[in-house]
């Protein structure tokens, strides 16, 4: 039952990173947009988005349940050590959420309508900001338990090169996924265009921020390098992601929505697992070679089969039930015509 409910975390994680992410890469997307063509985004992505962006959070919120009933520990030290990064993360959630209702839904448009806007930006690129630097510092060894002092304690774990870099990386990669979602949602082909070249700059950036993760990695002594082509299994998923790529930018040219969009859930699965499998089962590595691990770190075995019974019998309700929210505004926008050829 033990790998079940690791199971249940790591796809949650996943589902968060991939429509949650392509949630929060809309908004980032707007940072990057003239304004004359902002109205066209916002229109757009609301429709790309209604259908999940409220059940989007369920992923991050059974992620947390997850963790704080089945393994205590590791909850307890995140929750303390990065309690800051953690907090700004959820006051972004907030704020995100708020906003995007209030300007999508308020029912008097006046001067708040740009407040909302402000606040749905840049709580958009806040939120997976945090969410990286929260993951990096978690498996950076930085996090001392016996630190002493305020900024030793809780400031300097996570206020580095490694962590921010993350942070970015993890930014540019939900503006991609929003923009490949985008594509698939116009069909005149100038406004297609735009969100191609949005997704070339925001891979670009994707690049880039990666790249400077393994720099600022080699320079902390994290072994990030090892944990991606250190094994077998890792090389393969670095490959397969590297593939999927490839076939995401293939399909892209050939204006084929739902192979865009599979190939870049497979980009990002397999990214995933290159990434974690590495110093799997250890998901905190803490100052001094200590580490957290989901395999010893975990509840009374009692608690494990109860957690584990309860995601099984949930996900009997959960997942149907998101199929069909996204079945039903599909049938909902079927009729709408965001751009007109």
Known sequence: MLYIVIAFLWLAILFYLVLGGADFGAG????????????????????????IWEANHMWIIIAVVIVFVGFPEIYSMISISLHIPVLIMLLGIIARGTAFTFRNY??????????????????????????????????????DPKAQGFLQAYIFDWLDWYPVSVGLFTVFLCAF????????????KPSRQAYVQKARLMNLGLIIFMLLSFRAARADNIP???????????????????????????????NN??????????????LLIAITYGHFPDVVLLKGGM???????????????????ALLTGGLFIIPSLFYLIYSFGQKNKSISVHKS
């Open 177 to 188: 996924l929003a923009a490949i979602f985008l594509i698939g949602e116009v069909s005149h």
């Open 28 to 51: 980032i997307l707007e940072i990057f947009t003239p304004a004359t063509n902002k109205e066209d985004l916002r229109r757009t992505a609301y429709i790309a988005i209604g259908p």
């Open 224 to 254: 990030m390098f090892k944990w991606v082509f250190g094994s077998t299994l890792s090389i393969v998923a670095v490959v397969i992601s590297f593939v999927a790529w490839i076939f995401t930018w293939y399909q892209i040219a050939n």
């Open 106 to 143: 308020d029912a008097i448009n006046d001067k708040m309508q740009a407040v909302y806007t402000r606040i749905y930006i840049y709580s958009s690129f806040i939120t997976p900001f945090f969410i990286g630097i929260i993951a990096a510092t978690a498996v950076s060894g930085r996090i």
């Open 257 to 270: 929505v739902r192979l865009t969009r599979l190939w870049a859930g497979i980009m990002i699965l397999t």
């Open 291 to 309: 580490s957290l691990s989901l395999l010893s770190g975990q509840a009374p075995e009692a608690t494990i089969n109860a957690l584990g019974s």
